[in-house]
């Protein structure tokens, strides 16, 4: 009896806290404690928690924004090896942050243009509209780029192919920070490809990427390189010459097999083993130089942008590290090449966070990191890598034997199968009666686990990968058929990849997130969130919105003084609820 009158009062005295103000003052007690979630971690030592200044608000908001996107970077890797890295990088923010270990990408194509998208939008692939890295493009007739833009050539190539974030749909972060703040705010993005700066940055802000000789921008963008890149590039010198040796011990990589693995495809003539020689200029890009060169080049735009240093500032620095992912690429994530990497980019990240420190002082930055997809292990067997030709083959076979002899295929531009619908026309042969017959073809090949049609992703049957696609389906952009390949199958690999992503598989869905700084808890929460959750919450700390975001704020790691959302309150009605059912 007083157990049940004691759950009574425990539902009441939360109902009411979280359907008034009590919630935002209780949600300002924990942050303040460092009480959020069922565990409180504490900072590793020789990491602290940025330190405040006396008068200084904790929780104010943030004069400058970091956001993080390692591409490829699988969150158990990060856990795997954190007994590796040193107090100020990684476990500086793993540690000492609030840590959402269960985000997940709720999208079928997990390639790094609709990450980065998803990531600086919140919004899905299906409203943004950048379905894949590239795609068909029936206008053209050929496959397009995600920010190929003939009238936006790159700087340092004005006969180059353009590019720009035209082909995106819907505001950036970014962009909603410069239309609500205007001159008070500043936004850069850097990357060594151009896909990430240019998503990350969006239509308004700055965005710079390796370009031919240095880093570089679009006409997009800008008319000219600012004083602080071109001199940035004329410092760098040649990158060529020296090579790639061991961050450490050769014990630290014994569980991972011998270093000479057969299924390395090493760009740049690196060679399969250690050390790797940088024999051209496009070499360091592979290597943890290449990352170390871009966390120098952010921090030059801190300088001479002045990010998070002048009066009222609400800025926002994006950086696109992709060396994990070109690494991971090249010679598999399990290989000594990957680990290596993401141990050196460890140390980078640490060196650039005291750097932040000493420009800046972290007590004015919030620190945002996550990835825009995993990577699949590298395949062990040949029949692990399905050639596209393969599955079009077995298309064009089925539909010829129910429709007649014809070239039925117009494109395919994985996972995207084109049909080619004029033809259908004529012969009288609807779509969705073509592509039923082309999913049945495909779906007996060896290697691929399902295909999904225009029909599968409607509302009534949109159930398994069908619920995935739909998240990610444009029509006109999507082809009559999305395939997904079996579990470590890689569906028209580059011969030059030993690995690749793009499923929406544990080991490419299964992403970090975590917030740093501004008085956050050190905490960990194991509810299912998505990477469509960040954006919005950092719109928060901003003090913008994201009206055609489809992710929600995370409760746990909003500014304290900010507010409940809706969606926060509902949250914690619909837990003090499920309490009173206990």
Known sequence: ?????????????????????????????????????????????????????????????PSLVVFLVFDGLRYDDLERWRHRMEPGGFRRLLEGGTVFDAARYPY???????????????????????????????????????????????????????????????????????????????????????????????????AYWWGTKGFTTSRHHARELPSWVSEFNQALGSRKGGAWARGAEASVYGSLGPDDDARERPPE???RTFPHPLTTEEAFLYTPLGAETLFELALAGVKAEQLGKRPGARDLLAIGMSSVDVVSHSFGPESHETVDMLLRLDR????????????????????????????????????????????????????????????????????????????LKARGVSLEKAAEVAKKAARAVPGIAEGVSAVDVSADRAEGFAR????????????????????HVLLAPDDDHASTHGTPYEYDTHVPLILYGQGLPAARHGRAVTPLDLAPTLATWLGVTLPEASGLPLCEALPPRAGTPAACSER???????????
Not at 37 to 61: D, F, I, Y
């Open 1 to 61: 009896m007083a157990t049940s009158l004691s759950r009574v009062l425990m539902s009441v005295g939360c109902l009411l806290g979280a359907l008034g103000s009590g919630v935002g003052q209780a949600r300002e007690s924990e942050l303040s404690s460092g009480r959020v979630g069922r565990r409180q971690v504490a900072p590793p030592r020789g990491a602290s928690r940025p330190v405040v200044s006396p008068g200084e608000e904790v929780g104010a908001r």
């Open 108 to 206: 079928a194509t997990t390639k790094t243009c609709p990450g980065h998208a998803t990531l600086a939008t919140g919004a899905l692939p299906g409203a943004h509209g950048i379905i894949s890295n590239e795609w068909y493009e029936r206008e053209t007739g050929a496959d397009v780029s995600c920010v190929r833009d003939p009238a936006s050539p790159p700087l340092d190539d004005p006969k180059g192919k353009g590019v720009s974030p035209r082909r995106l749909r819907v505001s950036t972060l970014g962009d909603r920070l410069l239309e609500t703040h205007g001159g008070a705010s500043r936004v850069v993005s850097v990357s060594l490809k151009d896909r990430a700066a240019i998503m990350l940055g969006g239509q308004r802000g700055q």
């Open 269 to 271: 003539g690196l060679g």
């Open 348 to 423: 980078a990240l640490a060196a650039f966070l005291e750097a932040m420190d000493r420009e800046v002082g972290l007590s004015k930055v919030l620190v945002a990191m996550s990835a825009d997809h995993g990577m699949a292990p590298a395949p062990a067997r040949a029949e692990q890598r399905l050639p596209a030709e393969t599955v079009t083959r077995a298309v064009d076979a089925a539909m010829d034997a129910a429709f007649g002899a014809e070239d039925w295929v117009e494109a395919f531009s994985a996972p995207h199968l084109y049909l080619r619908q004029a033809r």
């Open 468 to 487: 995935r696609v739909r998240q990610e389906y444009v029509p006109g952009r999507s082809g009559e058929l999305v395939l997904i390949a079996d579990p």
């Open 572 to 582: 914690a009605t619909a837990g003090c609820l499920g309490a009173a059912a206990l």
